[in-house]
């Protein structure tokens, strides 16, 4: 298989606090600054009374100009107190902050790419386990974060009703909508 461009050197065409846009040969992409890694976390809370319910963020993402109904996500990483920030650790708090559960155990499961044609970005996946409701979440600095707790069985029907307020919907939420 041929290494489209792969000898050429990577230079950089803009650097902000949080993307630097690169250009390597011909390919134009987007990567983190610093190194910095992302964290996304699958909280099913599983209640014997009340069925599987998905926690799911609803925020407003600028580059969609649009509210998007997500998993919930954060840096690992992105202070430079914490660079060297365990990912585990950073979805334990990120979690808590954006939806207001605490998970006691979080399963890694793999490094992902969302975009791989357009963005170097990866994350890491984790699942929650043991979820306790902390807090109301809705995130740090203003991040205006709404927690939707998604019966699982009724995800698809929640997704259709966000379409037609239009919002954007994460493609990571595939994963929950292949039959089980």
């Known amino acids: 298989m041929?290494?489209?461009?792969?000898?050429?050197?990577?230079?950089?065409?803009?650097?902000?606090?949080?993307?630097?846009?690169?250009?390597?040969?011909?390919?134009e992409y987007v990567s983190r600054s610093r190194g910095i890694r992302a964290a996304v976390i699958l909280?099913?809370?599983d209640?014997?009374?009340?069925?599987?319910?998905?926690?799911?963020?609803?925020?407003f993402r600028v580059p969609?100009?649009?509210?998007?109904?997500?998993?919930?996500?954060?840096?690992v990483g992105?202070?430079?107190?914490?660079?060297?920030?365990?990912?585990?650790?950073?979805?334990?708090?990120?979690?808590?902050?954006?939806t207001g559960y605490h998970a006691d155990h979080m399963e890694d499961c793999g490094e992902f790419y969302s975009s791989p044609g357009m963005v170097s970005e990866s994350f890491s996946l984790f699942k929650a386990d043991g979820l306790t409701k902390t807090g109301e979440g809705?995130?740090?600095?203003?991040?205006?974060?709404?927690?939707?707790?998604v019966a699982l069985d009724k995800l698809d029907k929640f997704i259709e009703e966000k379409r037609a307020q239009d919002a954007g919907i994460d493609v990571r939420l595939l994963l929950l909508l292949q039959p089980r």
């Not at 969609?64 to 840096?75: H, T, V």
Request: proline share 3%.
């Open 43 to 45: 909280a099913i809370d």
């Open 47 to 59: 209640d014997p009374d009340d069925g599987q319910h998905v926690i799911l963020v609803e925020q």
């Open 138 to 149: 809705g995130g740090v600095d203003g991040e205006d974060i709404a927690v939707h707790r």
């Open 78 to 98: 992105d202070h430079d107190a914490s660079a060297d920030e365990d990912a585990a650790t950073a979805a334990i708090r990120e979690l808590e902050e954006e």
């Open 2 to 27: 041929s290494h489209y461009d792969d000898d050429s050197p990577v230079e950089t065409m803009w650097e902000g606090r949080f993307v630097t846009a690169k250009r390597k040969g011909k390919w």
């Open 64 to 75: 969609l100009g649009k509210n998007c109904i997500e998993l919930p996500a954060g840096l």
